[in-house]
C-alpha cells in the first residue's frame, strides 16, 4: 500500500478503562470521522459538502480510514489512510483548480483534522472549505462526548496540526453555523468562461470580479455553450462563504443579455439574519420569485430601492 499515514486518536479523561472503547462509541466515532471526511473531499471537488446523489466508488475508496491497532495509555486508536493522489489520481476534477496541487498530498484524516482547524480559526473570515451542512456534520460529533472532562485529541506526529476537542468546543462550531449564511436565489450578469477540464463547471466574469458557476442539471451542458466568450444572466442558488461574500452559484436557468441586466453585473450579499427570518415567515421561502423579475427589470429605481424590492418578493 502506497504512502499510507498514520493517525493516533486519544481518548482521555475518560470515565472508561483505560485501553478500553465501547463497541457502539467507537463506531459512532468512525460513522462521524467517515462522514465529515466526506463532506470535505466533496466541498473540494464539487463546491458542496452534502452532494446529492450515490458516492462514486473511486471516492469511497479513496475514504477508506482503517483501524490498527488499540494502545493502552488512556485509549489510543492508532489508524491509517492514504494520500488522494495515490486513490483519486493526480489529475482530479476539482471545484477550485488551484486546491488540486494541495489536495493530492492530502488524506481523508487531514481532511477531518483540517475542518475543525478552520472552523475553530478566528483569523479566517471566508473558510472556503466549510458550509453550513459541513459544520452541521462537525457539531455533530458533540454526541461522542460523555462528559466535560473527556478529550479526544487526534495527531499525525506534527505533520498536520494536533487537535485536541472537548465537549465544550462545539459551542463555538454552533454559533458559527447558526450564523452562516443560508443559500438563496440570485440573478447575476457576466461574461461566461468555461473551466479547463470541466464540463459543468464556469466561471462568471462580472464588473465585481469572478464568481464560480455549477451548471445543476447536465441538460445545461449543451445550452450554455453558445454563451461561452459571451455575456449572459444566470439564475441559481446562490451559496455563500461565512462572511457572507458570494461563493457560488449553482445555475438553473441562462438567458441571452439585455441592456437592462447589467444591473446584475454587482456581486450579491447574503441576506441578513432577519430578512431571512422575514422571509420564512412570510412563507416565500420556496417562492420562484424569478419569474417575477424577468421582463420587470429595474427601471428609475435607485439601486437600494431595487434592493428593497428583491427583499420583497
Sequence with gaps: MKNVVTYDIK????????????????????????????????????????????????IEKALQIRLTGIRESSTVLNCESQHFADTLGIQMDVFRPEVAEELVNQTPMSLFI??????????????????????????????????????????????????????????????LEENYPEPQNIIINGKIDVLQHSKSKVTINTSEGSVYGILKDVSLNAEIKQFWGSDATVYGLGHYKANGRLDFIEIERIFKVSPEDKYFSKIPIAEKTDQQLNRQIMGKANKNWASEIFGKWPGDESDEEFDKLLNDL
Excluded: H, Y
Excluded at 11 to 38: E, M, V
Excluded at 142 to 159: C, D, G, P, R
Design 114 to 175: 483540517m475542518s475543525f482547524v478552520q472552523a475553530f480559526d478566528e483569523q479566517d473570515d471566508e473558510k472556503p472549505f466549510l458550509d453550513k451542512a459541513l459544520l452541521k456534520d462537525l457539531i455533530e460529533l458533540k454526541s461522542f462526548f460523555k462528559n466535560e472532562n473527556e478529550q479526544l485529541i487526534i495527531s499525525n506526529n506534527n505533520v498536520t496540526p494536533t487537535i485536541t476537542l472537548t465537549k465544550k468546543d462545539f459551542n463555538k462550531i454552533t454559533k
Design 11 to 58: 481518548l482521555d479523561k475518560s470515565d472508561q478503562p483505560k485501553g478500553t472503547i465501547d463497541f457502539d462509541r467507537l463506531a459512532l466515532l468512525a460513522g462521524k470521522i467517515n462522514k465529515i471526511a466526506k463532506g470535505a473531499l466533496q466541498i473540494r471537488l464539487g463546491g458542496i459538502s452534502n452532494k446529492k446523489g450515490k458516492t462514486e466508488t473511486n
